[in-house]
Nanobody, 128 residues
Framework: QVQLVESGGGLVQAGGSLKLSCTSN????????MAWFRQRPGEERAFVAA????????DYADSVKGRFSISRDNTKKIVYLNMNNLKPEDTAVYYC?????????????????????WGQGTQVTVSA
């Protein structure tokens, strides 16, 4: 059973920055594809960013391109989400997700059903 634990959420003013972390206990972390999703109240969970196991491939939602950056440390089994120039519409619960059923050539998944493990989420609130 893979456990994912997010941290780093909080309250920040618009234009500010936050760095989220997700720690995994997966024995296959070095082969797992990792992603961040977010969910606003009353809305479905939405894709934010994903990173391939080799770190050379990443993907971002259009709404965060140029502001957010995903990275990973395979030695520490941590995936990060650096969020800059935050906007009130970035307010949401942010979830870390792992796709452990991967092959090297597989595409990065951008929908929740592409991931088999999830963290509990961390709240990010951006005030105007």
């Amino acid at each position: 059973q893979v456990q994912l634990v997010e941290s780093g959420g909080g309250l920040v003013q618009a234009g500010g920055s936050l760095k989220l972390s997700c720690t995994s206990n997966s024995r296959t972390f070095g082969r797992d594809f990792m992603a961040w999703f977010r969910q606003r109240p009353g809305e479905e969970r939405a894709f934010v960013a994903a990173i391939h196991r080799t770190t050379s491939r990443t993907d971002y939602a259009d709404s965060v391109k140029g502001r957010f950056s995903i990275s990973r440390d395979n030695t520490k089994k941590i995936v990060y989400l650096n969020m800059n120039n935050l906007k009130p519409e970035d307010t949401a619960v942010y979830y870390c997700a792992a796709d452990t059923n991967t092959i090297l050539s597989a595409p990065l998944q951008t929908t929740p059903d592409g991931y088999d493990y999830w963290g509990q989420g961390t709240q990010v609130t951006v005030s105007a």
